[in-house]
């Protein structure tokens, strides 16, 4: 199994392009999620899912959309990319609910906007 | 929504050393993660406990409900323990985390 794999690694945006990060896991999770860190602040939520084809917005989903069309995948989309949005950002999935299950993290995807 | 608080924000210690990492939290909860995030910064879920203790090789995680606070131990540090540890709380939904800030531990031969 790969796990949790997020595309890309590494990107630069000009303020004002538009991106999709995407995330994939393999290991058939209802609940994936969107977060990102930043120096000096835990890892705070964007948006999240709790099954195919639905999604709720998070702490902090201002400038974000997300999709959840598979069972496996989870799109985080910026529209119009702010130096703001500068971050590291991590997809997580879990079997269900996170009180009874741990979360399993990609990689992360470096974000830097100029 | 529940605060969570971690202490130290920073370690560092020799290697050998007992190491204690803390978390409190305000509203009370079924279960507590404990995670792990490497100098490359890949994040790894060491620990979920509801209660008392539960140990996986030199690290040691404890609860205590009633006190809204956990702790995390790693006995015998090495140097490869050096990394971020964050604790993390569910909501009463149980479908959401909430992070504490992380304790950057440092452990030097």
């Known amino acids: 199994n790969a796990g949790v794999t997020q595309t890309p690694k590494f990107r630069v945006l000009k303020t004002g392009q538009s991106m999709t990060l995407l995330c994939a896991q393999d290991m058939n999770h209802e609940y994936m999620y969107w977060y990102r860190q930043d120096p000096g602040m835990g890892l705070r939520l964007i948006h999240y899912?709790?099954?195919?084809?639905?999604?709720a917005k998070g702490e902090v989903p201002d400038g974000y959309n997300v999709s959840r069309l598979k069972k496996q995948n989870f799109l985080l989309g910026l529209e119009s990319a702010a130096p703001s949005q500068t971050s590291v950002y991590f997809c997580a999935s879990s079997y269900l609910q996170t009180d009874s299950y741990e979360q399993y993290f990609g990689p992360g995807t470096r974000l830097t906007v100029t | 929504k529940n605060e969570v608080e971690q202490s130290p924000q920073n370690l560092t210690a020799q290697e050998g050393e007992f190491i204690t990492i803390n978390c409190s939290y305000s509203v009370g909860i079924s279960a507590l993660h404990w995670l792990q995030q490497h100098p490359g910064g890949g994040i790894v879920s060491l620990f979920m406990l509801s209660s008392g203790k539960k140990k996986h090789g030199r690290l040691i995680a404890t609860i205590n409900i009633q006190e809204k606070h956990s702790s995390l131990h790693i006995t015998a540090s090495h140097p490869r323990d050096s990394a971020v540890y964050i604790c993390?709380?569910?909501?009463?939904?149980?479908?959401?985390?909430?992070f504490g800030e992380g304790t950057q531990l440092t452990v030097n031969p």
């Open positions: 993390a709380v569910p909501e009463t939904s149980g479908s959401r985390l909430t």
């Open positions: 899912s709790v099954g195919e084809g639905t999604t």
